[in-house]
């Protein structure tokens, strides 16, 4: 049977196949392989403490998942309603919130798509993406709240935040401004941009904001920044 699957593969998947069970292929659960960039980090790092904001599913697009499979745990935050049933089941060994989180307490309108991935709190986003290829299925008023107020609520005592995942589709600036940087310092931090030069990153307020909080701009893929932290001597 064996031989027979042989000989009707193509030869790209018959190369795929014995790389993956030669052990050379590493598996990614990030959208633009995040995790991998990550992974090149903290290859030294034994089993630490991550964040995830807008979180979105315990494995698909996922920044974090590859770290928890490796014994990390985290605080996984998502404003899905009924998003953390699965992260419960797949993940139990983390601190899973359903919450909305911007820069202060307020009741806002949240818009949720069939594809959950791009649910978001930004109208304007909804108002440019247009409904072509993905549906506006619900709209829901939910209260928000800092992340510093979630933090302090969840985080364990004395635990440091190796990096924190966020990907909240346009709300990543209220994100980082509703954080207390000197309290909650993670190491790396990263954030959905929509920029995809480096000029335009570098104009830009999420970039400018980290900046003054004393990240350097370490990485890029196509969507998201990756960011060390500059008051670290860690490489």
Same mark, same amino acid.
């Given at each position: 049977?064996?031989?027979?699957?042989?000989?009707?593969?193509?030869?790209?998947?018959?190369?795929?196949?014995?790389d993956?069970?030669?052990?050379?292929?590493?598996?990614?659960?990030?959208?633009?392989?995040?995790?991998?960039?990550?992974?090149?980090?903290?290859?030294?790092?034994?089993?630490?403490?991550?964040?995830?904001?807008?979180?979105?599913?315990?494995k698909?697009?996922?920044?974090?998942?590859?770290?928890y499979?490796?014994?990390?745990?985290?605080?996984?935050?998502?404003?899905?309603?009924?998003?953390?049933?699965?992260f419960?089941?797949?993940?139990?060994?983390?601190?899973n919130?359903?919450?909305?989180?911007?820069?202060?307490?307020?009741?806002v309108?949240?818009?949720?798509?069939?594809?959950?991935?791009?649910?978001?709190?930004?109208?304007?986003?909804?108002?440019?993406?247009?409904?072509?290829?993905?549906?506006?299925?619900?709209?829901?008023?939910?209260?928000?709240?800092?992340?510093?107020?979630?933090?302090?609520?969840?985080?364990?005592?004395?635990?440091?935040?190796?990096?924190?995942?966020?990907?909240?589709?346009?709300y990543?600036l209220e994100?980082?401004?509703?954080?207390?940087?000197?309290?909650?310092?993670?190491?790396?931090?990263?954030?959905?941009?929509?920029?995809? #030069?480096?000029?335009?990153?570098?104009?830009?307020p999420?970039?400018? #904001?980290?900046?003054?909080?004393?990240?350097?701009?370490?990485?890029?893929?196509?969507?998201?920044?990756?960011?060390?932290?500059?008051?670290?001597?860690?490489?």
């Open positions: 049977m064996k031989e027979l699957l042989k000989a009707f593969l193509p030869l790209w998947l018959k190369n795929i196949l014995k993956w069970i030669g052990g050379y292929a590493i598996k990614s659960y990030s959208q633009e392989g995040e995790d991998m960039i990550l992974r090149r980090i903290f290859e030294n790092e034994k089993a630490s403490f991550f964040v995830d904001v807008g979180a979105h599913h315990p698909r697009f996922s920044n974090t998942y590859y770290f499979k490796r014994g990390w745990s985290g605080i996984n935050i998502d404003a899905t309603p009924g998003s953390m049933a699965a419960r089941r797949a993940r139990p060994r983390d601190i919130i359903e919450a909305a989180v911007s820069n202060n307490n307020r009741e309108t949240f818009f949720m798509y069939n594809e959950p991935a791009l649910n978001t709190f930004d109208k304007a986003l909804v108002q440019r993406r247009g409904h072509d290829t993905y549906q506006l299925i619900e709209e829901k008023n939910i209260t928000t709240r800092p992340l510093r107020d979630v933090l302090a609520e969840h985080l364990p005592p004395n635990t440091n935040i190796k990096f924190i995942s966020i990907d909240v589709e346009g990543d994100v980082v401004q509703s954080n207390d940087w000197k309290l909650y310092r993670p190491e790396y931090v990263l954030l959905e941009s929509t920029d995809k #030069y480096m000029d335009e990153v570098q104009s830009g999420l970039y400018h #904001y980290m900046v003054q909080q004393n990240y350097k701009l370490f990485a890029k893929t196509v969507l998201t920044l990756i960011f060390k932290d500059g008051l670290s001597s860690r490489t």
